[in-house]
């Protein structure tokens, strides 16, 4: 069974520019998350969908940030425009229905606004 | 509001040895799950042990051991006979019972020497 899978797993814009990170859930995972380290700190909650609804967007930092989950499946993550505090490290993750089951995490996508 | 603390930003350990990472947390919910995740240097965040806080009984998983203490809100990761595999990050968190988000603490980086 394929696990959570990011692209692209780095990226490097310039302040401004927009940058649009993609994570597939494992097949039949209703929860998706993001979640956002910045470099030497924890990694943080951004966001949390349920199928293709927004459950919980308490995280995301502003309103540069803008996420997706059309038709439940895949999400996007796109900032726009970026800027350099965005730098860090974008991890999806996903779990089964229910809150009490185990989260699975991807790669992370590394972005690094120069 | 829930926070989990890692006091340890580094730690070292011998090839064989036992090591132990400490996570302290806090929260007024009764009902909650813990945590602990690793993030090798190929950066896929791995679920390494998961504690529900009404078991009374502390988790194992092989050579991975939790000391939960609930009273005292403390979780620790000990890891037995260490081997060259185990260098990684490792993340604690936390988790409510009613809820999907995970709360990170900052990381303990484990170097293995062999």
């Known amino acids: 069974e394929a696990g959570v899978t990011q692209f692209p797993s780095h990226s490097v814009i310039e302040k401004g520019q927009t940058v649009t990170l993609r994570c597939d859930p494992i097949?039949?995972?209703?929860?998706l998350y993001w979640y956002r380290r910045v470099m030497g700190k924890e990694i943080k909650f951004l966001l949390h969908f349920v199928k293709e609804s927004k459950q919980d967007e308490s995280g995301m930092p502003n309103n540069r940030f803008l996420a997706e989950r059309t038709g439940g499946t895949y999400s996007t993550l796109k900032v726009q425009p970026a800027e350099l505090e965005d730098s860090g490290v974008y991890f999806c993750a996903s779990s089964p229905q229910g809150s009490g089951n185990t989260i699975y995490f991807g790669e992370g996508s590394w972005l690094t606004v120069v | 509001a829930q926070t989990v603390t890692q006091s340890q930003p580094e730690m070292s350990v011998q090839e064989a040895e036992t090591v132990t990472l400490s996570c302290t947390y806090d929260t007024s919910e009764s009902d909650y799950y813990l945590f602990w995740y690793k993030q090798p240097p190929s950066r896929q965040m791995i679920l390494v042990i998961r504690q529900e806080a009404y078991k009374q009984q502390n988790a194992t998983e092989n050579r991975f051991s939790v000391n939960f203490q609930k009273a005292a809100k403390s979780f620790s990761l000990k890891i037995s006979d260490s081997q060259l595999g185990d260098a990684a990050m490792y993340f604690c968190?936390?988790?409510?019972?009613?809820?999907?988000?995970?709360?990170f603490g900052t990381g303990t980086l484990l170097a293995v020497q062999p």
């Open positions: 968190a936390y988790k409510g019972g009613a809820t999907n988000k995970l709360i």
């Open positions: 097949s039949g995972h209703d929860n």
